[in-house]
């Protein structure tokens, strides 16, 4: 885990998404707390990364997203050196 980001605020902040229930109170807070453009980068990004586990190309990628290779590759580093979190998140979304 990167201790930069292991503060009190971010603590709070995933203290209150795990208290969400469903999809429609997580609209909610996100529409709240992020712009729309944010939001879409992150959403894209998973894409991103669901592409990337399902071996699809950064061309494919990138035609399908529309994310730049700079972030296609970030989001591939991401899974190949990073903490395992995108890897947790899909085998959970697969029970």
């Known amino acids: ?43 894209q990004r998973f894409e991103v990364a669901s592409m990337l586990k399902d071996r699809k190309t950064y061309l494919e990628i990138a035609e399908k997203t529309g994310a730049s290779t700079a972030t296609i590759s970030r989001v591939n580093r991401s899974l190949t050196y990073g903490n395992d979190g995108y890897e947790l998140v899909f085998e959970r979304l697969q029970q």
């Not at 709070?12 to 529409?31: Q, S």
């Open 1 to 43: 885990m990167n201790k930069k980001i292991k503060t009190e605020a971010v603590d709070a902040l995933f203290d209150a998404i795990l208290c969400l229930e469903n999809r429609e109170e997580c609209y909610n807070f996100f529409e709240d707390l992020c712009t729309v453009n944010e939001l879409l980068s992150l959403s």
